[in-house]
């Protein structure tokens, strides 16, 4: 497997969404998501982030979040982590769902990062 995906949100239901929607396109990429706080409420964890990293199956992952606090738990996990991991500044939903389509296809990272670039949160 060549690029997994990484899917964190404050929010449970909305990472299990976007995953759920990215399986539609997506069928044979590792697609894992950390959600909410150890304790399911609104927010983000770092050891729920760390087991999407160790559960999925790819040794190279794309990483999308929904907002900044996201971004700093990510951060965190990232250094601790074994796996190289693309984090991307960008609309979670849509760049996800893009580069889901497109690891899919076997498109190379470079091309994907281009199309992502149109997607980044300014």
Do not use: C, W
Not at 28 to 47: L, M, R
Not at 74 to 102: G, R
Request: charged fraction near 25%.
């Amino acid at each position: 497997m060549t690029y997994g995906i990484v899917i964190v949100s404050h929010v449970p239901e909305i990472a299990a969404g976007v995953k759920r929607l990215l399986d539609q396109v997506a069928a044979d990429v590792s697609i894992t998501v950390a959600g909410g706080t150890d304790d399911n409420e609104v927010g983000t964890s770092f050891n729920k982030i760390q087991t999407a990293f160790d559960n999925n199956e790819a040794d190279e992952l794309l990483a999308f979040y929904d907002l900044g606090s996201a971004k700093m738990n990510l951060n965190m996990v990232m250094e601790f982590s074994d796996k190289i991991v693309h984090l991307y500044d960008t609309a979670l939903v849509e760049s996800a769902y893009t580069a889901a389509s497109l690891v899919a296809a076997d498109v190379k990272l470079a091309s994907i990062e281009k199309q992502l670039d149109e997607l980044k949160i300014k």
